[in-house]
């Protein structure tokens, strides 16, 4: 990944503007196009641990700069980052995939279901329940655990989801609300010539708990 990307991303967290944003179009759309070539360099290498994605591409999974701040106190009109969303439907998807966040200083790369709908919520918590030494295996392995600690502590319930016996020994891996991976990335490392190899093995670590999930959602 470019240097340039990261320092456009910079320049705009500090000159959050229209008219700034104007006046480095050009800036952007190199920084962008950097982005773009790299995700679909990125989606063939994970199809080959995942076929699911293996259609899809770098436009389809990229979101948009631009913020909604109709409802929103922060009137900043810009993000500060480039996400994309690498599944077999790109961004729009709601399922399991892996997912590629670019900023200055919060760099990361994730896998898993963030923000499920109830029912899908509930089938994933069903999944863990009677396959949980399954689901505790994959998120202790070595490999795995060379990029993440484990579920990412994003959002719980206080106490024992509707449904589910409240002696359950391992109730706290059922409280999440998003079941997610995430591997902080620090600049250097997005800005190595290493980091394709970097980002397909993180994800590649990550499949297995990907494909539990997407079971869960199938069945």
């Known amino acids: 990944m470019q240097k340039l990307v990261l320092e456009f991303l910079a320049q705009l967290q500090d000159n959050n503007t229209r008219e700034w944003f104007h006046s480095n179009k050009k800036q952007y759309d190199t920084a962008k196009q950097e982005v773009e070539s790299f995700v679909n360099a990125v989606i063939p290498e994970i199809a080959k641990f995942d076929e ?13 700069i631009f913020r909604d701040v109709r409802f929103a106190k922060d009137k900043s009109p810009y993000k500060t980052n480039f996400g994309s969303w690498i599944t077999h439907a790109g961004r729009k998807s709601s399922g399991p995939g892996y997912y590629i966040h670019l900023q200055p200083g919060m760099s990361f790369l994730s896998a898993g279901v963030y923000m499920p709908e109830p029912d899908q919520l ?28 484990g579920l990412q502590e994003v959002e719980k319930v ?11 020994p391992d109730m706290e891996l059922l409280k999440h609300k998003h079941y997610i991976l995430n591997y902080p ?35």
């Open 52 to 64: 699911s994605v293996r259609f899809v591409e770098a436009r389809d999974c990229m979101f948009r």
């Open 122 to 149: 509930k089938k994933i918590r069903k999944e863990i329940y009677y396959n949980v030494a399954e689901f505790k295996a994959i998120l202790h392995d070595k490999k795995l655990r060379k990029y993440c600690d």
């Open 158 to 168: 206080k106490t024992a989801p509707k449904d589910f016996p409240k002696d359950f």
């Open 185 to 219: 990335i620090r600049d250097e490392m997005a800005e190595s010539d290493h980091f394709h190899d970097l980002v397909i093995m993180a994800f590649k670590h990550m499949q297995p708990f990907n494909a539990f999930l997407k079971r869960a959602l199938e069945d």
